[in-house]
């Protein structure tokens, strides 16, 4: 028996889809932030998000970020779940 919620035409916004991986690139490293080319961020409008937390998650120490290549879930300004291509 479904309840009368599970039915209803919101019921499937309730679970949302993951985002989208992209492959993305290092431009350049901006103080402490990383620039992110991807086919949604430009290189003349990169997203930019903090250089530790990506190193973190690539798993390379962050002056070897530039010029990195990887796959990742870019969820707002956010880089989530990054992955280097070798």
């Known amino acids: 028996m479904t309840e009368d919620w599970e039915t209803s035409p919101d019921a499937a916004r309730?679970?949302?889809e993951p985002p989208?991986?992209?492959e993305a690139r290092v431009q350049l490293l901006f103080g402490t932030?990383?620039?992110?080319?991807t086919a949604h961020h430009p290189s003349d409008d990169p997203l930019r998000v903090p250089a530790a937390a990506l190193a973190l998650q690539l798993?390379?120490?962050?002056?070897?970020l530039?010029?990195?290549?990887f796959t990742a879930a870019i969820v707002g300004e956010d880089v989530q779940d990054?992955?280097?291509?070798r």
């Open 82 to 85: 990054a992955e280097l291509i």
């Open 20 to 22: 989208a991986r992209v």
């Open 66 to 69: 530039a010029g990195r290549r």
């Open 33 to 37: 932030q990383a620039e992110i080319v």
């Open 14 to 16: 309730s679970i949302a």
């Open 59 to 64: 798993g390379v120490p962050i002056d070897e």
